[in-house]
C-alpha cells in the first residue's frame, strides 16, 4: 500500500514536470485563494494582538467615562448620533463630584484634545499633525503614560494655569534633535510654553493613532488657549481591580443624579472598559475575518474548477497509458488512487506554495510599512486542508471516470 502511494507521487510529479507551463496555470487559483488567506489572516491577528496589548497598557483596573460611544459600529450600530450630540459635554465639575462621590474610585483624570495643530520653535516646527492635550494632573497615570525625561506638572501649575508643557518623543526629536528638550520653549498658537518632561514613547496605537506625536499641558491652560466650551473624557481607576464593577455603578449613579436622568430613561453619557473597547475592535475583526474567508474560497473553487479542467484534459491524454496498466492487471481502485493523488498533490503544492508567499508578505508589511503581522499556527494548517480538500474534491470525478474505462476500448484510442 504504502509502495503504490510513493508510486502514485512520483507518476504525479513527472506529470507536472513534463507539463510546467499547464501545471503553473492550474495552481495560479490556489497560490491566490492560499496566500490571500494567509496574509490577511496576519494582519487580523497581528491586529487583534496589537489591541490587547495596547489597552492591557492602559491598565486592568480603569475604565472611561465619555460624552460618545466607544469602539466601531457598522452601519451606524441603531445609535441615534443626533440624539446622542445633543448630551450635555463633561466637564470638570463632573471630575470632582465623581472623585469625591464614589468611595470605590482611586482617582479621576479628565483629558480633551485639539488634533491638527502645529509645534513651534524658534528654529523649526512641526507639521500640522499633532494632538494638544489638555489634561489634569492624573491623567497619566489613568492612561498609561509615564515620563521618560523631567517631570509631570502638578496641582499647582494646573490650577494658575501656567503655560508648561510635556512633549510626546516625536515631536521634542522634531523640534530639538540635538538638545535637550527639558528647559526649552515652544510655542502653542503663538504663545510660549515651557518643556518641563518628555512622555516615553509608547507607538501607534491600533497601528493608526501615534500615541508619541502628542503634546500634554495643564488643562487650565488648555481651556483658555483653545476654548472653554470643551467636552471631555474621564478616566477613571478603581480602588483595585475587583472593585470595578462597583466603581462603574458609583459612577454611573452619580452621573444619572448630576444629570437629572429620570428612572427608566437611558444614560446620556457612555461608560466603557478597556476590555469592552477591546472586544469591539475584536469583532470587527472576526467580521472582516468571514469576509475575506468567503472571497478566498470563491478564489479556491475557481482554482478547484481549474484542477478538474486539467485532470479531465489529462485522463483524455492517458486514456491509452490507463488502458495498458489495467490489461496488465491494474485495478480500478489503483487507477483511481492515482489520478486522486495527482489532483491532491496538485493542489497540495499550490497551497505551499501560498503559505510561502502569504509568509513573505506579512514580513513584507511589518519590515517595509511598519505594519504589525502574526501568522497564526491554525491558518496555516486551514490553508493545508483546503488546499488539499479542493484537490480531493475537484479530483474525484475525473479520477473515477479514469478508472471507469473500459482497458479495450482505452488501448485502442490514439
Same mark, same amino acid.
Given at each position: 500500500?504504502?509502495?503504490?502511494f510513493?508510486d502514485n ?17 492550474t ?11 494567509m ?20 491598565? %486592568?483596573?480603569?475604565?472611561r467615562?465619555?460624552k @460618545? ?5 457598522f *452601519?451606524?450600530?441603531?445609535?441615534? @448620533?443626533?440624539?446622542?450630540? $445633543? $448630551? ?11 472623585a469625591e462621590?464614589?468611595?470605590s ?15 513651534r520653535?524658534a ?5 500640522a ?18 515620563? %521618560? ?8 501649575? +494646573? ?8 512633549? *510626546? ?5 522634531k523640534?530639538?534633535?540635538?538638545l535637550?528638550?527639558? *528647559?526649552?520653549?515652544v ?21 493608526m493613532?501615534?500615541?508619541?506625536n502628542?503634546v500634554m499641558?495643564?488643562?487650565s ?25 462597583k466603581?462603574? +455603578? +458609583? ?7 448630576r ?10 453619557? +457612555? ?19 468571514a469576509?475575506?474567508?468567503g ?17 479531465? =484534459? ?12 489495467k %490489461? ?5 481502485? $489503483? ?9 491532491? =498533490?496538485?493542489?497540495?503544492v ?7 508567499? *502569504? ?6 508589511? $511589518? ?10 499556527? @491554525?491558518a496555516?494548517?486551514?490553508s ?10 475537484f479530483g474525484?470525478?475525473? %479520477?473515477?471516470?479514469?478508472?471507469k ?10
Open positions: 500500500m504504502i509502495r503504490a510513493f507521487l512520483k507518476l504525479a510529479f513527472g506529470t507536472f514536470v513534463a507539463h510546467p507551463l499547464r501545471t503553473m496555470l495552481l495560479l487559483g490556489i497560490v491566490i485563494g492560499v496566500s490571500t488567506v496574509t490577511m489572516m496576519a494582519l487580523l491577528e497581528g491586529l487583534r494582538i496589537k489591541v490587547n496589548k495596547d489597552f492591557s497598557q492602559l491598565g %486592568a483596573n480603569v475604565f467615562v465619555d @460618545w460611544p466607544q469602539g466601531f459600529r *452601519g451606524g450600530g441603531g445609535v441615534d @448620533w443626533n440624539k446622542i450630540a $445633543r $448630551r450635555p459635554a463633561l466637564n470638570l465639575g463632573d471630575k470632582r463630584a465623581l462621590q464614589c468611595p474610585v482611586l482617582r479621576t483624570g479628565a483629558s480633551s484634545w485639539q488634533p491638527g495643530q502645529k509645534v520653535t528654529q523649526t516646527e512641526t507639521q499633525n499633532v494632538f494638544i492635550i489638555g489634561a489634569t494632573v492624573e491623567y497619566p497615570d489613568t492612561s498609561g503614560v509615564t515620563i %521618560a525625561q523631567g517631570r509631570m506638572f502638578n496641582d499647582t501649575e +494646573e490650577m494658575d494655569g501656567r503655560r508648561v508643557a510635556v512633549l *510626546g518623543p516625536d515631536v521634542a526629536d523640534l530639538f534633535p540635538t535637550e528638550p527639558v *528647559g526649552q520653549e510655542r502653542l498658537k503663538g504663545r510660549p510654553f515651557t518643556v518641563i518632561g518628555v512622555m516615553a514613547r509608547r507607538g501607534k496605537l491600533l497601528g493613532f501615534n500615541l508619541d502628542q499641558i495643564p488643562m491652560s488648555f481651556l483658555s488657549q483653545y476654548g472653554k466650551r470643551r467636552n471631555m473624557s474621564l478616566n477613571i481607576e478603581a480602588i483595585d481591580k475587583d472593585k470595578v464593577d466603581a462603574m +455603578e +458609583e459612577v454611573t449613579r452619580v452621573m444619572r443624579q444629570r437629572d436622568v429620570a428612572p427608566m430613561e437611558d444614560n446620556n453619557f +457612555e461608560v466603557s472598559t478597556n476590555e469592552s473597547m477591546a472586544k469591539s475592535l475584536n469583532d470587527l475583526s472576526n467580521i472582516v475575518t469576509a475575506t474567508f472571497v478566498c474560497i470563491l478564489s479556491l473553487i475557481v482554482g478547484g474548477i481549474g484542477i478538474l479542467n486539467i485532470m479531465l =484534459v489529462s485522463v483524455t491524454e492517458r486514456t491509452r497509458e490507463i488502458g495498458i496498466r %490489461a496488465l492487471g491494474a485495478k480500478r481502485s $489503483r487507477i483511481l488512487m492515482q489520478f486522486a493523488t495527482e489532483a491532491v =498533490v496538485l493542489s497540495l499550490g497551497g505551499v506554495i501560498g503559505i510561502a508567499i *502569504g509568509f513573505g508578505l506579512a514580513f513584507l508589511g $511589518r519590515w517595509t510599512f511598519g505594519l504589525y503581522t502574526a501568522v497564526p499556527i @491554525w496555516v494548517v486551514l493545508v486542508v483546503m488546499s488539499s480538500g479542493v484537490g480531493l474534491l474525484i470525478y475525473p %479520477a473515477a471516470r479514469a478508472a474505462l473500459d482497458p479495450i476500448e482505452a488501448m485502442r484510442a490514439e
